[in-house]
């Protein structure tokens, strides 16, 4: 083993020697490192090139000034009225996203998990066959549903339940329900994938107990299920608020998702430095709610247990 | 006994009309694709293939095919390789590394797409290899790996570690032992995770929007770029066969494994 360390490079070998001895075996490290390899020049990398440039002067000739220090980029991001907006926008739509759909996942997921034979074969197919099935198709779909001459629009007028066409789609609401529709699949699964391993005797415990199916289901299997809502909130948040679909073919003029600012600024304006600027400000922003979210929803599931 | 009754209805009716929420959308894009106008109505008023013609008639469409099938199967292969080789690695021995891999791979997920498509296209501009099939390739692999890598992960934890072990004792070499003690009990977790590396490239646009040119476009940034223009049922048409890929390789990998089995994965 110490012959082919001695034939390693310098530098190579100062990285791979303390991995190595902390490792049990140099096989397992070599079959773990092509993909480590991988996310180190294909994801680590380019954040950092990412982060060096959203911190040089911006250039009206070149698409960036390379070489040059300054916090022009992020003192935009913070001054501009259009850039925080949509920031804030990002959030709300975010936030009401995320608020619906781990709602209604959880009780698909309980759905599913009650369900036996062809219908849940059913239910699982209706969570798999969107999750795989691409953005742009998902958001168009909705078009035809949603528009003023849209089939809802015309079932609800036909009912006499409205007199006007309403406009969801291109608006604020179309954006919240095509993105619950994109984030939903997720949720489902991963409140399923918990929900799963339970055991079906707590809740007739309960049953047996006193409680009403509706309260065995909130304090028995709620509790059961949190570190699948936790997943579920968590990626439904991340998706919702850095989302660029949704916004982008069923919102109106006034709804400026951060993904469409970040989308023109780098391909139409050319303002690399603020681009880079504004994303980073933007994830950094999303992985502190990211924690805060996480650390409450922890809170919640303790009491829920200790109840 | 009235109240359950009413209990199991209402339970009922919600998770029929979420079913319903799930599935309408993609029935409406299928049903669309055989508008006979040039509207896009649901339900159409008159059915004719026009737009399937249409399609067949167009080159962008059919290069933009031929780009996400280049695509899909370029990240399939890198991904598979990286995903299967790391999880095995990573099932030998759990160490330092293996524990800075799980959340390395997985972090990409959850970053927006919209910014790994700006770190990577002012990378690879940087690298000039921006607009190659191979940039496409390769931030499509940032995605698909993790879902083959934890897919083997969890084939792997099922494995019987005994048998590499016996292999091993009766003087197979690594790749020997691998290939006949271990590969016919893992190739249907392999088997799907490919598979699903090459429906998530297939289904990926908005770093391939990023990445590509007008060259090495692939479907769903065709269809993108074509829908902020119009509305318009071709795209529809070109949904239809995106959708029934998806179904064809769930059955497929439904087959292979059970869908219960592919569900818990996909989380």
Do not use: C
């Not at chain 1, 409205?162 to 329900?177: D, K, L, N, R």
């Not at chain 1, 929900?195 to 047996?208: C, I, K, Q, Y």
């Not at chain 2, 669309?32 to 040039?38: D, H, K, L, V």
């Not at chain 2, 590509?212 to 479907?219: D, F, L, P």
């Amino acid at each position: 083993m110490t012959g082919t360390h001695s034939s390693l490079p310098a530098p190579v070998a100062r990285v791979w020697e303390p991995l190595l001895e902390r490792s049990r075996s140099k096989r397992a490290l070599l079959l773990m490192a092509p993909l480590l390899l991988f996310e180190l020049l294909l994801f680590v990398a380019p954040f950092l090139i990412l982060l060096r440039i959203s911190v040089t002067e911006g250039s009206t000739d070149l698409r960036y000034a390379p070489g040059t220090w300054s916090l022009e980029g992020y003192a935009e991001v913070f001054t501009t009225d259009v850039l925080l907006g949509a920031i804030a926008y990002s959030f709300k739509m975010g936030l009401a996203a995320t608020a619906i759909a781990v709602v209604i996942a959880t009780g698909y997921a309980y759905a599913i998990w009650r369900a036996e034979g062809l219908l849940k074969s059913l239910l699982l197919f209706s969570v798999v066959l969107p999750l795989l099935t691409t953005l742009v198709i998902k958001t168009y779909a909705f078009w035809p549903l949603l528009s003023p001459t849209g089939t809802v629009n015309d079932i609800l007028v036909s009912l006499n339940l409205i007199s006007e066409p309403i406009q969801f789609v291109p608006g604020t609401t179309g954006v919240i329900v095509g993105q619950v529709y994109i984030v939903l699949p997720y949720a489902v699964l991963a409140i399923y994938s918990v929900l799963s391993t339970m055991d079906w005797g707590l809740v007739e415990a309960a049953r047996d107990l006193g409680a009403s199916r509706p309260r065995a289901a909130l304090e028995i299997v709620v509790p059961q299920a949190m570190p699948g809502i936790i997943v579920a909130t968590v990626i439904s948040f991340a998706w919702s608020v850095g989302a660029y679909a949704a916004p982008g073919l069923l919102g109106a003029g006034d709804d400026l998702a951060f993904a469409l600012e970040v989308e023109k600024r780098l391909l139409s304006n050319l303002q690399w430095e603020i681009a880079t600027a504004y994303a980073l400000v933007m994830l950094l922003l999303m992985l502190v709610s990211i924690a805060l979210l996480t650390a409450v929803l922890n809170v919640f599931g303790g009491e829920f247990e200790y109840a | 006994m009235h109240r359950e009754t009413i209990e199991d209805a209402l339970f009922r009716a919600s998770y029929l009309s979420i079913l319903a929420f799930m599935l309408l959308p993609l029935a409406v894009v299928v049903v669309t694709s055989f508008a006979e106008s040039g509207q896009l109505l649901f339900p159409p008023e008159n059915y004719s293939l026009v737009h399937y013609r249409g399609f067949f008639e167009e080159t962008r469409w059919i290069s933009a095919f031929d780009n996400s099938i280049l695509v899909g199967v370029g990240t399939t292969i890198v991904a598979t390789t990286l995903g299967v080789t790391a999880a095995f690695g990573h099932e030998l021995d759990d160490g330092r590394a293996g524990q800075v891999l799980a959340p390395l791979v997985l972090v990409p997920l959850l970053i927006p797409p919209i910014i790994l498509g700006i770190s990577m296209r002012v990378y690879f501009v940087k690298a000039g290899m921006d607009a190659s099939y191979l940039s496409i390739i390769l931030a499509h692999t940032l995605w698909a790996t993790p879902l083959v890598y934890f897919v083997m992960r969890s084939v792997f934890s099922r494995f019987d570690w005994r048998l590499l072990d016996a292999a091993r004792d009766l003087g197979a070499g690594p790749i020997q032992s691998f290939v006949y003690a271990v590969l016919p009990n893992v190739k249907h977790g392999i088997f799907v995770g490919a598979l699903l590396a090459f429906i998530v490239s297939l289904q990926e646009f908005v770093m391939a929007l990023f990445l590509s040119s007008h060259n090495t476009e692939t479907i769903p940034v065709v269809a993108w770029t074509t829908l902020r223009q119009s509305l318009d049922p071709m795209v529809s048409v070109v949904s239809t066969f995106l959708i029934l890929i998806s179904i064809g390789a769930i059955a497929v990998a439904a087959i292979a494994t059970n869908l219960d089995w592919l569900s818990k994965q996909l989380s």
